[in-house]
């Protein structure tokens, strides 16, 4: 087991067949650190009398979950001093209108880099809408041009969530060369990249790894054999403590909100593993809430940073 400064450490957590102790991989503290690394550079940036980063988030509709995270992604740029703009559209808009406010955005010098926050109403193809964004501004990196930089190992912008987890692994030193990867769930912003990033020569990386999806036979067979688990399905406590091997490293991406009426909001946020028992044979879990999320966050205020100083040398 490693334990950097700042783990939280649960000594008490003997594991069945070993004598490692668990660590939780916290999200929330490691993501305050790259904020206020973040906050760091833009003081900097505003001393030197330079233009601070400008993020735009563009909400197309009303879905409650949607204007959650627009809205913690601006407090997000407030924290940090960089600037923000949220454009937000009615659920009738058309996709040419969208279109029109993302060429309206492209060409906008002040924005460095803006997202297009998804689910999109059905009226509205969100492939076309995500290739209109210029590549340069693209800063969830889900522009094709981005996406293939990634698979080939060039410098580019690297979808918020995958590139969080790496930064987590990281931080932790949590090994992963020569590792067996299980990611569960093959979408295009979190299991497919997840996939090849965790496969890539480097650190976190040089993994081997197997991408699981819904049409996957063997699942659970496939999943004890994993050392470290990627789960990004969406389906609450899919992962069971029985699924996976001891001292494991768990990674739990999903955030699906359940119904409990004992709850202020009327329901919890639940991840797609069985914290309670799973974290007892694992070697480091994260949580969620504190985990993946304010990962994905933090992440997406380092690809503006880094749109910006792009920007800056254009
Ligand atoms: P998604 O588009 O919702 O797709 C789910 C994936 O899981 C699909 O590839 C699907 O397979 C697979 N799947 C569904 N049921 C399965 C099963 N029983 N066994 C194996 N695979 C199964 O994926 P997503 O957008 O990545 O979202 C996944 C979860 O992560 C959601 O809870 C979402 O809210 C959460 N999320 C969290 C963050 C964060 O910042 N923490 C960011 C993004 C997403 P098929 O392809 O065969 O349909």
Redesign the pocket.
């Known amino acids: 087991m490693k334990l950097n400064g700042s783990d939280y450490h649960r000594p008490d957590v003997q594991h069945n067949n070993s004598l490692t102790t668990m660590t939780i991989l916290d999200g929330k503290k490691v993501s305050n650190d790259i904020k206020d690394e973040i906050t760091a550079e833009v003081k900097k940036m505003k001393d030197n009398g330079e233009k601070v980063p400008h993020l735009a988030a563009v909400i197309v509709g009303n879905d409650g979950a949607s204007l959650t995270y627009v809205g913690s992604k601006v407090r997000a740029c407030e924290r940090v001093g960089f600037e923000s703009t949220m454009v937000r559209l009615s659920n009738t808009t058309s996709e040419i209108e969208l279109l029109d406010k993302i060429e309206e955005l492209n060409n906008n010098e002040d924005i460095d880099g803006f997202i297009i926050q998804l689910p999109l109403p059905p009226q509205i193809n969100t492939q076309k809408v995500l290739m209109a964004v210029h590549p340069d501004k693209d800063v969830d990196g889900f522009h094709p041009m981005n996406f293939g930089k990634m698979a080939l190992d060039m410098s580019t912008f690297i979808p918020?969530?995958p590139f969080?987890i790496l930064e987590l692994l990281d931080r932790y030193n949590v090994d992963t060369k020569g590792k067996h990867t299980v990611v569960?769930?093959?979408?295009h912003?979190?299991?497919r990249p997840m996939s090849i990033l965790m496969g890539r020569k480097g650190f976190p990386g040089n993994s081997t790894v197997t991408l699981?999806?819904?049409?996957?036979k063997n699942?659970t067979q496939i999943i004890s054999q994993a050392d470290i688990v990627i789960s990004?399905?969406?389906?609450p406590n899919?992962l069971k403590a029985e699924m996976v091997k001891d001292d494991a490293v768990i990674i739990d991406?999903?955030?699906?909100r359940v119904p409990d009426e004992t709850l202020p909001k009327g329901y919890k946020i639940t991840g797609?593993v069985d914290f309670e028992n799973v974290s007892k044979k694992a070697s480091y879990i994260t949580p969620v809430p504190g985990?993946?999320?304010p990962?994905?966050i933090a992440m997406l205020l380092k690809n503006t940073l880094l749109a910006r100083e792009r920007h800056r040398l254009l």
């Open positions: 918020a969530t969080g569960i769930g093959r979408s912003i979190v299991g699981t999806h819904s049409h996957t699942i990004a399905l969406g389906v899919f991406v999903g955030i699906t797609d985990g993946v999320g990962m994905t």
